[in-house]
């Protein structure tokens, strides 16, 4: 299976630590995205990449999160002194851009458990 | 910006029922609409999308969805479900390049 692969699956931290997780788009996916997903709703768009350029970043990314795609392949999403509010699970997606009809196909997600 | 509102928040249906869950986005125009399923356990999964042509759309495992311009709605269908349905329904809309997502439903079905 070729599809969105995330590491860890599971993070569990204390508050005012740092964590890094890590997405694997699809090969040939030039576009990567980053959700959060809280019990009860749907998820909520982070930022996103196409190639390694961040296009757009949510009002929701403190600047306590910042992420990367340094070689338009892989992702990583950094979160700096993590708050109890930080306890979501965090999905990263990819896509393949063709004029605005592009879909996007999601990895397990990584679930993120701030104490 | 655009929202999307899921009116049903938890359904619940025996095996062979008919299952209709509603989608409405906020604004008309451009659109391009998707249902996504989370089984339990599982990843999002894309069950159908609709970027133009016929506004009836047909996904995968029997589920369908009609795009109704005049009504602002992506609702899903299914004439029979079964239990291996059970899972969480998320409808989302694309604003630019990201997808705006409801709050889900849902949806349990006993055999």
């Known amino acids: 299976d070729t599809g969105v692969s995330q590491d860890p699956r599971h993070k569990i931290t204390k508050r005012g630590q740092n964590v890094t997780f890590r997405c694997d788009p699809i090969s040939e996916h030039n576009r990567l995205y980053w959700y959060r997903q809280t019990l009860g709703q749907g998820p909520e768009f982070l930022t996103y990449f196409q190639n390694e350029a961040q296009l757009e970043k949510s009002r929701l990314l403190s600047d306590r999160f910042s992420a990367e795609r340094p070689k338009g392949s892989f992702s990583t999403l950094e979160i700096q002194r993590t708050e109890q509010g930080d306890s979501a699970m965090y999905l990263c997606?990819?896509?393949?851009?063709?004029?605005?009809?592009?879909?996007?196909?999601f990895g397990p997600g990584t679930r993120l458990t701030v104490l | 910006a655009q929202s999307v509102s899921q009116h049903n928040h938890h359904v619940i249906l025996s095996e062979a029922a008919s299952l209709e869950l509603g989608c409405n986005y906020s604004y008309g125009g451009t659109v391009n609409l998707f249902w996504y399923v989370q089984y339990p356990g599982q990843h999002l999964q894309l069950l159908l999308k609709y970027f133009s042509g016929d506004p009836l759309v047909k996904g995968i495992k029997g589920f369908e969805a009609e795009f109704i311009k005049s009504k602002f709605s992506f609702n899903l269908r299914k004439p029979s479900v079964q239990w291996s349905d059970t899972a969480e329904y998320f409808c989302a809309v694309k604003d630019t390049d990201k997808l705006i997502f409801g709050t889900g439903t849902r949806l349990q079905v006993f055999p």
């Open positions: 997606a990819s896509s393949l851009e063709a004029g605005g009809a592009d879909t996007q196909y």
